[in-house]
C-alpha cells in the first residue's frame, strides 16, 4: 500500500508543483490539500494521512501551529519560503525542512529522510512500518540553537525535562536549550522507556538518576549525575518502583 501525504499551502501554484514532484513517487498518494490552517486541521484530522508537507505562513494558522493542534500527529514535511521558524519545526519533530524554491533534488532528499525514519528497506513495507511509528515511536533527537548556529542534540543527553510557561528548558548537565513547545507535547514524543514525567513540571531521563531519595521534608527526589535534584511526585512514586519489574 502507498504512504498517504497531504499538502497544505495558500499558494495555488506551489500546492500544483509540489503534486506534481510527488508524483515520482510510485509509494506516496495525495489524498487532499488545503490553503488555510484552519482547513488543515480540519481536513488532517478526518483524513489521517501518514505524511504531511506544510506550509508556515497561511491564513488563519502558522504551520506550526497546525501541527501543534493534531492530536495524533503525521510525519510533517516543512514547505517554506522562510527560514525563521526552522528550530521550532525541528523542535516538533518535523522530517524535514525545504525552503522555496526546492526541485526535485532536494524534495528527493526529504522523502529519503521520511524512509529513513522508517527504517524502511523496500517499499512494500512502507505502510506498516509506517502505521506502527506514527502509533508513538520516540524521537531521538532534538534541534536546539547554540549562538547563531543550530544543532542536533540526541535526547539521550538530556538529564531532565523543566516546564518553562510555555515552553521546556532541556538540562544538559550545564547547559541549559529552550524548547518551543509544551512539557506535554514533548512528552508525548519521548520513549516513555527511559523518559518518566516524575512531576507536573519535570521529566526525567532515567540513564541519568543517580538514586531516588527523600529531602529532609520527607519528600521524594530524583537525584541526578550532574548533581541536580529534581521533585517526584507521590502520585508517582508507586510507578516509579514498579519500572524496575
Known sequence: MKVTAFVADDEPVARAGLRAMLSAFDWVQVIGEAADGVSAVTQIQALRPELVFLDVQMPGLLGTDVLRRLERPPFVIFTTAFSEHAVTAFELGAVD??????????????????????????????????????????????????????????????????????????????????????????????????????????????????AFRRDARGNLEAELMDGARVPVSRAKAQEIRSLGR
Do not use: C
Not at 137 to 151: A, E, Q, Y
Not at 191 to 210: G, M, W
Open 97 to 210: 525542512y525545504l525552503l522555496k524554491p526546492f526541485g526535485p533534488s532536494r524534495l528527493a532528499g526529504a522523502m529519503e529522510r521520511v524512509r529513513t525514519a522508517l527504517g524502511e528497506p523496500a517499499p512494500a513495507d512502507t505502510f506498516e512500518r509506517l502505521s506502527g511509528a506514527l502509533a508513538g515511536g520516540p524521537i531521538s533527537r532534538l534541534f536546539v540553537r547554540v549562538g547563531g548556529t543550530l544543532v542536533p542534540l540526541p535526547v539521550e543527553r538530556v538529564s531532565w525535562f523543566e516546564a518553562s510557561g510555555d515552553y521546556v528548558t532541556a538540562h544538559t548537565g550545564t547547559a541549559k536549550h529552550l524548547l518551543h513547545l509544551s512539557l506535554s507535547r514533548l512528552e508525548a514524543r519521548l520513549d516513555p522507556r527511559r523518559f518518566v514525567r516524575v512531576h507536573r513540571t519535570h521529566i526525567v531521563n532515567l540513564d541519568q538518576v543517580r
